[in-house]
C-alpha cells in the first residue's frame, strides 16, 4: 500500500495521499494548498486522484478540493462550511473560497471504499460540528487519520465559530480512545502518534 504524507500550505497541512499500489487510483485527505506539490507525489507514484475527502472544512485543508477535478467527500454537519468562506475561515486569511466540486455528504461509520481499501468513518465533533477521523480497516488496519481533533501531544483548537470544547474531548475520549492502542495517528497537522501515546502523556488528556 502506498501512505504518502504531503505538508502543505503555511499552515503545514498534512495532506495524505492512499493507494493500493503504484499506477492505480489514489485518494486524497485534505488538500489544503499547494496543488503542484500534491501533483508531485501523485506523478511519483503513477496514480491518478478518485475522489477527496476532507477531515473538516477548515480553508487550510480544503484549499485545493477544486484543483483535481474529482468527487468532494466531508461528512454532512460540515456542508454549510464548506460553502461559506465566513465559515470555513477562509475570509480571515483575506480570501474567500466556498467548494465548487461535486460534493459527497459522509455519516459516522459509514464506510469508503477504493479498490482493496476501505476506510471507516468516525464523526469527532468539536473541532468543526461535522469533523471526521477515518480509520484504514484495509488492505491494512490500525491506521487512523485524525485531521484536527488529535494531534501529537495536543488536541484541536476550539476558539474558532462552531467549535464546541466539550463535545471535542467527549470524541477523542469515548471514539478515539476506545482504539486499539497500537493504532498508528496520522494528524492533520505535526507528527504522527500513537493512541497509547495520547492515553498517557497527552496534557489536555491525562
Request: charged fraction near 25%; glycine fraction near 6%; hydrophobic fraction near 35%.
Amino acid at each position: 500500500m502506498i501512505l504518502e504524507s504531503v505538508c502543505v500550505g503555511p499552515f503545514q497541512v498534512n495532506c495524505y495521499i492512499l493507494a493500493c499500489e503504484e499506477n492505480t487510483e489514489a485518494i486524497i485527505i485534505d488538500p489544503g494548498d499547494q496543488e503542484k506539490k500534491i501533483r508531485q507525489a501523485l506523478s511519483r507514484h503513477k496514480l491518478k486522484p478518485a475522489f477527496i475527502i476532507n477531515t473538516h472544512a477548515h480553508f487550510d485543508h480544503i484549499g485545493c478540493d477544486d484543483k483535481f477535478g474529482v468527487p468532494v467527500y466531508i461528512h454532512e454537519d460540515d456542508l454549510a462550511l464548506l460553502k461559506d468562506p465566513q465559515l470555513n475561515l477562509s475570509n480571515w486569511l483575506d480570501s474567500s473560497y466556498a467548494s465548487r466540486s461535486l460534493i459527497k455528504t459522509l455519516k459516522d461509520h459509514e464506510k469508503i471504499e477504493l479498490g482493496k481499501m476501505q476506510l471507516e468513518v468516525i464523526h469527532t465533533p468539536g473541532h468543526t460540528p461535522g469533523g471526521i477521523c477515518l480509520l484504514l480497516i484495509k488492505p491494512v488496519s490500525k491506521i487512523l487519520f485524525s485531521g484536527d481533533t488529535l494531534f501529537r501531544f495536543g488536541v484541536g483548537r476550539t476558539d474558532f465559530p462552531l467549535a464546541n470544547e466539550g463535545l471535542l474531548m467527549k470524541s477523542i475520549k469515548d471514539r478515539l480512545f476506545a482504539l486499539s492502542d497500537d493504532t498508528t495517528v496520522y494528524p492533520g497537522h505535526g507528527p504522527s502518534t500513537t493512541i497509547a501515546e495520547e492515553k498517557k502523556s497527552n496534557p489536555f488528556l491525562t
